[in-house]
């Protein structure tokens, strides 16, 4: 087991009135036109001062919803060379402004966007649960990810069922349908009760599967674990209260089941796939500092206290790889501000092995109902407000189809002012790998420089050397020019050319030098 991993929390703050705003909360010879340097050369010397608005390592991630076709498919029905297209279409969005990681939502219900024989085919494909649309979608997916040098996570909901509360209207291989003992009706909606160990058998199994036959490179959960509360309902888990309990009482009891999933999760995933990372994306407030002097100093739903999910344990025991609280909160609010949240997580991580990335709420840009998301440097301040905190190693946008629409071109400041140049992923010592050897043949010819694939290589990074000669490669991006799948790189200017090699966790090899005379 690993030191200190904190598991993401959701974000939807029910004190402010958020829930309904959002739904859930990647050489041989000359060249005859230049001369090339096929050595490897060494990493340069400490001799650069780190750029902090080049960062060397980022992870810019985003959040695809397939529940209620919030972001893909469009709409259920379409073909699946329409859905194709706009899957790539939201990739080349991403990738446009350098982002490196996408989020897809693989598991809406207990329902799969993949083959599957445990879970039935999700209706947000063809329109019909359980109705096979005539294409595995996965392996496309994630292909395409890793065709744009970008991870893909699977992300799963664990205990939601059904999004209606009747087990006739779902499909006869449904699980819910076949085990109506492990669900639970609330506030509308089927629930798989987390209390029972035949739901997490059965959890784990799913996602086990997933790693086992796909290509994955993450998998992923967001913040509904217990549902979040409903005026007037209850959780009625009683009989696995009395049966289970243990003398605890009934919060402890509900948070431990949770912790359990989680550690049952990592240990499940990484038996299968080590280099395969896990992590979870929190509520943003794991408590207030009224109810607990650990909490931040804000005053919304605390996690802890109303889903029962306790991302702090998770840090300290060491059960995910990353957390990816949800702060969709702008700078100084009354109630929950995005800056004293982010400290307060970077201080959760501090010390741990755990990663720290922000979710952000681009949902929320151009909303009325706060002033400060009618600005259009709001989400870009708070990018710059993070990367103030050492801890955090990156962030992740919700969702896909306001990176696509863009609301007050707020994206594209971001991409301008932050991501203007490529960024390698953070390295994560516990999930293995290494550099791959360094490309061989590397030469030009013209404006197209080539190499050799090497062995273990996922992508390569393409430096541009600047006209001094000063190669800071190791210290920031500022000389990135590209993250690429393939083994060529189509140059934009006549000049020095540094090319490494890159595993799928992004260790790099050391250097090999093309020259481009003229383009």
């Known amino acids: 087991m690993r030191t200190g991993r904190p598991l993401l929390a959701a974000a939807t703050l029910a004190v402010v009135t958020m829930t309904a705003a ?66 790539v279409k939201i990739l080349d969005s991403a990738a446009k402004r350098n982002f490196n990681a996408v989020f897809l939502q693989v598991r809406p219900a207990s329902d799969a966007l993949y083959k599957s024989s445990l879970e039935p085919w999700s209706q947000y494909l063809t329109g019909t649960a359980g109705k096979d649309p005539g294409w595995d979608p996965l392996p496309f997916l994630t292909d395409e990810a890793h065709k744009r040098g970008m991870e893909f996570h699977a992300w799963f909901n664990p205990y939601r069922a059904s999004y209606g509360d009747s087990t006739a209207k779902l499909p006869a291989s449904h699980p819910a349908r076949r085990h109506p003992d492990w669900t639970v009706k609330f506030g509308g909606r089927l629930y798989y009760n987390p209390g029972l160990p035949a739901v997490r058998e059965h959890v784990v199994k799913v996602i086990s599967d997933v790693v086992d036959r796909y290509d994955i490179d993450g998998v992923h959960f967001d913040d509904y674990f217990y549902p979040y509360p409903v005026a007037g309902a209850k959780f009625d888990d ?23 999933l989680v550690s049952e999760v990592d240990e499940a995933v990484h038996e299968a796939k080590n280099h395969v990372k896990f992590g979870i994306s929190p509520f943003g407030i794991w408590r207030n500092k009224s109810n607990d002097p650990a909490g931040s100093d804000t005053s919304g739903m605390s996690a802890y206290d109303s889903i029962y999910a306790d991302a702090r344990a998770w840090i300290k025991a060491g059960t995910v790889d990353y957390v990816l609280p949800q702060l969709y909160w702008p700078r100084g609010h009354k109630l929950a501000d995005y800056n004293t949240l982010v400290r307060w997580w ?96 590397a030469k030009a010819a013209g404006t197209k420089l080539t190499w050799t694939p090497s062995a273990g290589a996922r992508a390569y990074a393409v430096y541009q050397v600047p006209k001094s000669g000063k190669d800071c490669r190791t210290t920031d991006s500022r000389n990135l020019v590209a993250v690429v799948s393939d083994p060529s790189y189509a140059v934009k200017a006549a000049g020095s050319y540094l090319v490494t090699s890159l595993d799928r966790l992004h260790h790099e090899s050391k250097a090999v030098k093309v020259k481009v005379d003229a383009v």
């Open 346 to 441: 970077s201080g959760a991580v501090e010390g741990s092995d755990v990663q720290l990335y922000i979710g952000e709420g681009l949902y929320r840009v151009g909303a009325k109902d706060d002033k400060a998301w009618t600005k259009p440097g709001e989400l870009a301040g708070q990018i710059a407000a993070s990367r103030e905190q050492k801890q955090v190693d990156g962030a992740v946008y919700f969702s896909a189809k306001q990176l696509l629409t863009n609301p007050l071109k707020a994206m594209d400041r971001v991409a301008k002012t932050h991501y203007s140049r490529p960024a390698l992923l953070p390295l994560m010592k516990e999930r293995g790998g290494e550099a791959p050897a360094p490309p061989a043949g």
């Open 22 to 87: 959002y739904v859930f909360g990647p050489g041989a010879g000359e060249s005859p036109a230049a001369s090339e340097k096929k050595t490897a050369i060494a990493a340069p010397s400490a001799a650069c001062k780190a750029d902090a608005r080049y960062p060397k390592r980022e992870l810019r991630g985003i959040w695809i919803a397939t529940t209620q076709n919030i972001d893909w498919p469009s709409k259920a029905g379409l073909s699946p060379e329409r859905q194709k297209a706009d899957y």
């Open 238 to 260: 009683t009989a696995a209260f009395q049966k289970y309990g243990k003398g605890k009482k009934l919060a402890d009891w509900r948070r431990g089941n949770v912790n359990t």
